[in-house]
């Protein structure tokens, strides 16, 4: 007698809860868990990257120790640093810069502050002086647009900003350990331009 193809019948089929079902319908939870889990790292990792990348090259946060730049800056502000800015950017008249003290700043100013903040007055190869409470570059009277406590003291005495330095002023311009004590700061300095107080949130705004 020829062979016939064999067609399992019903009683070959395992039964609904029989043990070989669930071990089948069980075998690909564990590698679901586990490409869900490397997926939910990669995400980390990759969320970890960028932050670290945006905080090396393009904004970070910094909060203000002294009363240096009030009323713009009160201590405990916390700002948003544009690096982007100094990196690419043009450095104005005005501009709120955080930067890297020196040895040579930090001893001029008796305080160990690895981070400063001040306001850019002079640019490269502008001459400065000071009058009562009046600041003259390059023989004009100097209009501060922006808020600042008077008297100007120390004056500024004439001085000529050398290339690539800059010549920087606190707001609160008797209490302000700036370029009148330790002269011009090179740009290389630099980390950012201040452009937001995020914190606290009564005095949120753009510089």
């Known amino acids: 007698m020829p062979n016939e193809p064999i067609e399992p019948s019903d009683t070959d089929a395992p ?6 079902e669930t071990i089948v319908k069980g075998v690909g ?8 889990l490397l997926e939910w790292l990669i995400i980390l990792v990759v969320a970890v990257g960028a932050s670290l990348l945006l905080r090396t090259y393009v904004v970070q946060t910094f909060w203000i120790p002294s009363g240096s730049m ?5 201590i ?24 890297r003290a020196s040895k040579s700043i930090q001893a001029a100013c008796n305080d160990h502050l690895p981070i400063y903040v001040k306001r850019v007055i002079g640019l490269p190869g502008d001459h400065l002086t000071s009058k ?22 120390p004056p500024i005495g004439n001085v000529t900003v050398p290339a690539n330095s800059y010549f920087m002023m606190g707001d609160n311009h008797h209490n302000s350990c700036d370029s009148r004590y330790w002269g011009s700061l090179p740009r290389s300095a630099m980390i950012g331009k201040v452009f937001v107080r995020i914190w ?5 705004g753009l510089l």
């Open 70 to 74: 009030e009323p713009t800056l009160m």
């Open 76 to 99: 405990g502000d916390h700002v948003l640093v544009s690096k982007l800015s100094v990196t690419w950017g043009t450095i104005n008249r005005g501009d709120v810069i955080v930067f």
């Open 15 to 20: 039964a609904a809860g029989d043990p070989i």
């Open 132 to 153: 009562g409470n009046t600041i003259y570059i390059n023989g004009k009277p100097l209009k501060e647009n922006w808020p600042h406590t008077e008297p100007i003291f």
């Open 29 to 36: 939870k564990p590698r679901r868990r586990r490409q869900s």
């Open 200 to 204: 606290p949130i009564s005095r949120i």
